[in-house]
T-cell receptor, first 114, second 115 residues
Framework: DSGVTQTPKHLITATGQRVTLRCSPRSGDLSVYWYQQSLDQGLQFLIQYYNGEERAKGNILERFSAQQFPDLHSELNLSSLELGDSALYFC?????????????FGEGSWLTVV | AQSVTQPDIHITVSEGASLELRCNYSYGATPYLFWYVQSPGQGLQLLLKYFSGDTLVQGIKGFEAEFKRSQSSFNLRKPSVHWSDAAEYFCAVGVTTDSWGKLQFGAGTQVVVTP
């Protein structure tokens, strides 16, 4: 158990809908990351937050947004969902978010868009 | 931009045999290097990491990896594989010059263990 908690574990929704994925980082970690794992793209970095502020952005679509709240939990919002958004979405956390920190991953949220 | 290559998509190994998974990276400086394992239906678990110092790194579950700067490689090894080692293994690179610690992952190597 990495200490990173993600909900829901599984989610099935229809195209055009909006979903919210939630993540609680490890106790004491200030930085949260979101990654997407799909069959065709592999593991891709989406976005990183540190203590409530966005710090790094990767291949995140404009239809996706995220935030980190004062209690350090984070949410990833996916809107206008398309079939291609079906993937495993990982949340991860690290102590300060600096390069060289060990990053711990949750078990992921499986999203299926039908 | 940095890149990570895992040349082997799929490896089959007999239980008790040794295992070596290859990872090559492309980056202008020495990056931070990681190996993660993903068991079926599970998240990513950190096996080991290299930041600096001794180029032979010991990890959990009996795994080790060796950083070779001249070959830009960070290969993962295990002397004797157990059936529970069947999983997908990912090599990842962290950028040392970047202030923020996002990782770039290889495509993964699927390991199948046969009796």
């Amino acid at each position: 158990d990495s200490g990173v908690t993600q909900t829901p574990k599984h989610l099935i929704t229809a195209t055009g809908q909006r979903v919210t994925l939630r993540c609680s980082p490890r106790s004491g970690d200030l930085s949260v990351y979101w990654y997407q794992q799909s069959l065709d793209q592999g593991l891709q970095f989406l976005i990183q937050y540190y203590n409530g502020e966005e710090r790094a952005k990767g291949n995140i679509l404009e239809r996706f947004s995220a935030q980190q709240f004062p209690d350090l939990h984070s949410e990833l919002n996916l809107s206008s969902l398309e079939l291609g958004d079906s993937a495993l979405y990982f949340c991860a956390s690290s102590l300060t978010g600096d390069s060289g920190n060990t990053i711990y991953f949750g078990e992921g949220s499986w999203l299926t868009v039908v | 931009a940095q890149s990570v290559t895992q040349p082997d998509i799929h490896i089959t190994v007999s239980e008790g045999a040794s295992l070596e998974l290859r990872c090559n990276y492309s980056y202008g400086a020495t990056p931070y290097l990681f190996w993660y394992v993903q068991s079926p239906g599970q998240g990513l678990q950190l096996l080991l990491k290299y930041f600096s110092g001794d180029t032979l790194v010991q990890g959990i579950k009996g795994f080790e990896a060796e950083f070779k700067r001249s070959q830009s490689s960070f290969n993962l090894r295990k002397p004797s594989v157990h059936w529970s080692d069947a999983a997908e293994y990912f090599c990842a690179v962290g950028v040392t010059t970047d202030s923020w610690g996002k990782l770039q992952f290889g495509a993964g190597t699927q390991v199948v263990v046969t009796p």
